[in-house]
């Protein structure tokens, strides 16, 4: 709700385990480290331990996207299993096949003893990492123990870390876990931010976010450790009800009262003022609701990029604009060397009325293609694209790393189209009325509505929704995307079906691109998949050397 108003790309205390937000203090380098090293260490357990909400699993999203590429990876957040449940789960994760309707522990066992067996011999590393552990009973634990005693002559076919609250190593202190405990090689436990590394850790996600301002002054820090005693998650709620409420009242920065209202709202303390700040949201809702109902109205007759409320002259002028000299490669000279912008503005030469085509026709040639003018997404299906309309942060667009059309506004409310045709990790390039600027990110943050169109390619065999147990041109694309995807994997062959293996492959490519891990192959994960081997098309993210 407040993201336009404090000019934020997307939300910056979201409780969320989001990896980009992780501000690494010390302790977190070696909590990672120790991971790490679990990793690629030979067999045996891994111990993470932490407070609730001191970012375990944000170090542990970290640690994924750091994975080798030869290790397989089983995630499990919620241990309240059986070892029957436990084993069958472990599976499911890893796509190892076993008898339908089984029970038997033994059976597991040996399904997957088998499976580590072959993946070994493939140059394969298997890791087990279980979230929430101190939820483990006993018997899971022992379980857990004897999977480790799987192994080869030269090392351990099974690496299991386990992350948990302090109570989880309380468990392994015990006089029957000793067996476990030993085979422990590394542990760690992750405390609370100091004083100093709260003021970094707010600065941190603001400016993740996309704002450079100093929303918390520095006053406040002491209190905001205070009440927090240094506890991300709960930095992260009384952050973002500080921000709600400096919102509602209309205020530039959160002041002491409402931090201390904030606070007290969070925890659920008495105050005078009991509900103060859901009274002012209540205020501002009802005076934004008649608002809010006409730009519904609006967006139901702008739902699709359509054709813009131009003069019949400049829609005449459409097809010249294929040949303009907005250049589309954000690696390019042009844009590379443009001096950085305060904000993004519409060129005064150039009418406003024509925004949406010039940026239509940014976006179209941006693929190498001519714009022949009318609605992009119409003209994109006869082209062999796809189009998809949304809402989001920058963290989607640099996972998409498509061009976008995108919706500005300016400093007098006045909105109108650009193309974001290059992103880095301070700046945006836009193709602007036919001309190419760079702003930052905080200046784009202001201005920017959200809504955003992406462009994208897929075979016209691949459907929106790629079902279970489905075979066919479609999975048979996908079973390459997959291959192709994920370094050391292979084509299935033949006729593939999407398959209980297929699927867990599909969570694998997921848990890696950001996305909940579901199986399930929606659009969001076709538009992903569809640039593993799009080698021609258009990026937004420099690649890797290039100057």
Known sequence: MYLNYFGFAEAPFSIAPDPRYLYMTRSHQEALAHLLYGVNGDGGFVLLTGEVGAGKTTVCRCLLEQIPETCDVAYIFNPRLTV???????????GIAYPPGNASIKVF?????????????????????????????????EQMRLLT??????????????????????????????????????????GPLSRPEVAAYVRHRLEVAGTERQLFPEAL????????????????????????????????????????????????????????????????????????????????????????????????????????PVAADPSGGAERDAALAATAAWPASVPRARSRELAQAALVRAWGLDYGGGDACRQAEGLGLRCRTARGGLAELRELNRPA??????????EWQAT??????????????????????????AQWSGHYVVLWRVPPQVHENIQFGQRGPAVAWLDAQLADGQAGASPSGGDPVFDERLRQRVKQFQLAHGLIPDGIVGLQTLVRLSGVSDRTAPKLLRERGTP
Do not use: W
């Open 149 to 190: 005693n799987l192994e080869t002559n030269q090392r351990k076919l099974l690496q299991i870390i386990l992350l948990g609250q302090p109570e989880l190593a309380q468990m392994l202190e015990r006089p029957a876990m000793r067996q476990l405990a030993q085979r422990i090689v590394a542990r760690y436990h992750l």
């Open 420 to 445: 974001l045709i290059g992103l880095d990790d301070k700046s945006a390039t836009l193709a602007v009325g036919g001309e190419t600027v760079r702003v930052a990110l905080s200046a784009l943050a």
């Open 109 to 141: 066992v040996d399904c997957i003893n088998a499976h580590l067996l072959d993946a070994n011999a493939r140059g394969r590393h298997t890791v087990l990492i279980i979230d929430e552990a101190q939820n483990l009973s006993a018997d899971v634990l």
């Open 84 to 94: 029957e449940e436990l084993l069958s789960t472990i599976c499911a994760e890893l």
């Open 405 to 414: 059309l995108i919706s500005l506004r300016d400093e007098q409310g006045a």
């Open 221 to 324: 820090v002491g209190r905001l450790y205070r009440l927090s005693q240094g506890v991300p998650r709960v930095i992260n709620v009384i952050c973002d009800r500080a921000l709600l409420g400096a919102y509602v009242q209309g205020k530039e920065r959160v002041d002491a009262a409402t931090l201390a209202q904030a606070a007290r709202e969070v925890f659920g303390q008495k105050s005078a003022r009991p509900r103060g700040l859901l009274r002012a949201l209540t205020a501002v809702l009802i005076v934004t609701a008649g608002g809010a109902m006409a730009l519904v109205a609006y967006q139901r007759d702008q739902s699709s990029i359509g054709e813009p409320a131009a003069a019949p002259a400049a829609r005449g002028k459409a097809p010249s604009l294929a040949r303009g």
